[in-house]
């Protein structure tokens, strides 16, 4: 009775949606458009998303290595669509916190974290002098463009970068740049070959992605191997429950 007791004051105490829908996606083919987590005006939407992915934007992580459980979490067979308003001014740390609430509501998810060692990259400062430079007051991601081979932002920040950068490289990204607040980005580089059998990219069409970080940013994408947090998914229903 104290468990139930502690879990409805733990629930009252977590922030919550005015309004929130989580239903799972109608599957019509492998080609498909995601929406891995957008956050504007207090509005969060998330479409084509796997499970997997909802935690991920959830607990501010950019990669799957640093999640685990069950299989089908990851399944792209198995996508949902989660729509959820909060009021306008609500800070993007509160949307996150709501959305962690939320995902352990609907799909009763129990969850706990361990160390794991993993191999990652690290964007870290170069040896020269930085490129990038501190965006306009009022710029905001409105007008992102996140192509394979040209990121542009007038607002990014380094958690988001490093994030885009890590669903184009596949795999693990940390920010160890140490720069606060968001930057104009411009990024070209030439895309390495996706699927086997690709020819490589000219490389008359611009330099490695890791060359142009540290040409056109003054950042390094560096590899390490140490140990990580890892989101252990212990449970969670395959249909949410109903809004």
């Known amino acids: 009775m104290l468990g139930v007791t502690l879990a409805l004051v733990l629930r009252a105490q977590t922030p919550a949606f005015d309004v929130a829908s989580v239903k799972p ?4 083919g492998d080609l498909y458009t995601a929406n891995l987590g957008r956050i504007l005006h207090g509005q969060l939407t998330m479409t084509n998303v796997t499970l997997s992915e909802a935690v991920r934007f959830a607990w501010g992580i950019n990669n799957d290595a640093q999640v685990a459980g069950p299989d089908w979490i990851k399944d792209k067979s198995i996508r949902f669509k989660i729509d959820a308003k909060a009021p306008a001014d609500t800070a993007r740390e509160q949307v996150l916190l709501m959305l962690q609430g939320l995902l352990t509501e609907r799909f009763r998810l ?3 974290t ?3 060692e993993i191999s990652h990259l690290e964007l870290v400062p170069g040896r020269k002098e930085l490129k990038i430079h501190p965006a306009e007051p009022g710029a905001d991601a409105s007008h992102n463009r996140n192509l ?3 990121i542009i932002s007038s607002g990014m920040s380094m958690e988001v970068l ?3 950068l890590s669903r184009f490289l596949r ?5 160890r740049t140490g720069l606060e607040g968001p930057y104009t980005i411009d990024l070209n580089w030439a895309p390495e070959p996706r699927t ?4 490589p990219a000219d490389s008359a069409a611009g330099p490695s992605i890791y060359a142009a970080v540290q040409q056109q940013l003054g950042l390094r994408l560096e590899s390490r191997k140490t140990h990580l947090p890892v989101i252990v998914v212990d449970f969670a229903e395959r249909v949410p429950i109903e809004n």
């Open 196 to 199: 086997p059998g690709e020819p």
């Open 114 to 116: 361990e160390q794991r």
């Open 148 to 150: 394979y081979g040209h």
């Open 171 to 175: 795999e693990p990204i940390l920010d």
């Open 162 to 164: 490093t994030t885009i």
């Open 25 to 28: 996606e109608q599957i019509t």
């Open 110 to 112: 129990r969850i706990h």
